[in-house]
């Protein structure tokens, strides 16, 4: 396959291990050197990124914009932010006080035994704890990814082709089972915010090119 870019689509074909993705459309990401293989986003809802080699990718497009993919800092997958919105919050579920949001959090982890958690005020502003391990009595370790009211955060948010800050949340817990928690009370959300920060420490960034940092954080009960 000469000539290929990163943003060209391509076909599959003469794969056996995954025969269910031949004759489908990906998009090239980007070329690992070590593997000799190209990573590719499927273009489906799911938007599965594959590695395969180059005699099973034929081109069927010029270079074009789509989603950006960006790698977990810790695992390593690939993801890409989802386009579709989230449903609207239940308004019966809403979570308008700061002692209730809180234990909220700890009950994500303590009794509905998810992985992690989105909480998020409105379109604009969310935060996203992978839960770790318990912490003290009845807390909770994690690392936390949130946009706040920072420009930077917002860019990445709308530059990730997020339709709201959730999606960025949803992106990097990927493969966890997740709580999603909502607040429309702006204030009590940066005060829960505040409160998680003060136990954190950098951990690094989602990835280099977003530059928004990734904290461990150690919530107390």
Request: net charge neutral.
């Amino acid at each position: 396959m000469d000539n290929a870019k990163p943003g060209h689509d391509v076909e599959f074909h003469g794969l056996k291990g995954a025969a269910h993705l031949n004759g489908k459309i990906g998009h090239l990401v980007e070329f690992l050197e070590k593997e000799q293989r190209w990573a590719v986003r499927c273009d489906d809802e799911d938007y599965q990124v594959v590695n395969a080699k180059p005699a099973n990718l034929k081109r069927v497009g010029d270079v074009k914009e789509g989603p950006e993919v960006f790698v977990h800092p810790l695992t390593g997958q690939y993801m890409v932010p989802k386009k579709t919105p989230m449903p609207a919050p239940d308004p019966n579920a809403v979570i308008n006080n700061i002692k209730s949001l809180h234990e909220a959090v700890l009950g994500a982890f303590y009794y509905l035994k998810k992985g992690g958690v989105v909480i998020s005020c409105g379109s604009k502003y969310m935060m996203a704890i992978e839960f770790d391990s318990p912490h003290g009595n009845g807390g909770v370790n994690g690392e936390m990814v949130y946009a706040d009211k920072d420009r930077k955060a917002q860019s990445v948010v709308r530059k990730r082709g997020c339709e709201r800050a959730t999606e960025l949340g949803r992106n990097f817990l990927a493969g966890e089972t997740t709580h999603y928690i909502d607040t429309t009370d702006e204030h009590i959300f940066f005060r829960l915010l505040d409160t998680y920060c003060q136990g954190k420490s950098t951990q690094g960034y989602i990835d280099m090119k977003s530059g928004l940092k990734l904290y461990n954080v150690r919530i107390a009960k």
